[in-house]
């Protein structure tokens, strides 16, 4: 009796278990409003300092609000109100963890990205140029179809010139993405945080090429 009433019991908790599945997901995607789908970083040292440059190349997703596709009259549209960008060479948890505090550094790149809106029949791009640190930072996100009971899909291109990116040495960077509302991270507030690849190295030093003089 006592075996049949396990398997009875195992039966409903396996049940139950299956019931859940598509509700489990991934800690960072159920607590970001903005999801990062894939990334491209590369980091260019330069002397001399502050003539850094930080190429990128994004595919972002926006679920809007708590991930139920509200948009908040546009608010998580990243080519209508613009998208925030920071790059830390600190990851993800350890900025969580140590900021504000003496063991956070300061953000390596950090923009405010808004976009003038070209419309061309049904496709829609954004551009923008803006001045940052020692240089300027221009961009252009496209937008693609809209999956159901979401905000958005962008793809986002970016240089930044001028930087100090000497700070960044590793093959990892934490890359920071928000959004008008500044409620990219849904639950905790703030930017959503996603531990990325970089490229680093150095720039191409150019020849120098010098004036000859004529003999006579």
């Known amino acids: 009796m006592r075996q049949w009433l396990r398997v009875v019991l195992m039966g409903a908790f396996a049940s139950a278990l299956l019931g859940f599945l598509p509700y489990l997901t991934s800690p960072a995607r159920a607590q970001n409003e903005i999801n990062l789908n894939s990334s491209t970083v590369q980091v260019v040292h330069n002397a001399p300092t502050k003539t850094d440059v930080l190429n990128m190349s994004l595919n972002a997703e926006s679920n809007g609000d708590f991930g139920t596709g509200d948009c908040e009259s546009g608010a998580d549209d990243l080519l209508e109100t613009g998208v925030h960008i920071s790059v830390s060479k600190q ?12 063991l956070c550094a300061p953000l390596d790149f950090d923009a405010q990205v808004n976009y003038v809106e070209h419309d061309i029949g049904s496709a829609s791009y954004g551009t923008s140029f803006a001045p940052n640190a020692s240089g300027n930072v221009s961009s252009k996100i496209v937008a693609h179809a809209t999956p159901v009971n979401t905000c958005g899909t962008w793809s986002i291109n970016l240089q930044a010139t001028g930087q100090n990116l000497s700070g960044i040495t590793g093959t990892h960077v934490a890359l920071f993405l928000n959004d008008s509302d500044k409620d990219g991270n849904s639950i905790a507030g703030g930017p959503a945080c996603f531990d990325v690849n970089a ?18």
């Open 91 to 102: 990851s993800c948890t350890f900025r969580a963890t140590n900021c504000p505090g003496i």
């Open 199 to 216: 490229n680093v190295g150095n720039g191409i030093t150019k020849p120098h090429t010098g004036v000859h003089r004529a003999r006579h």
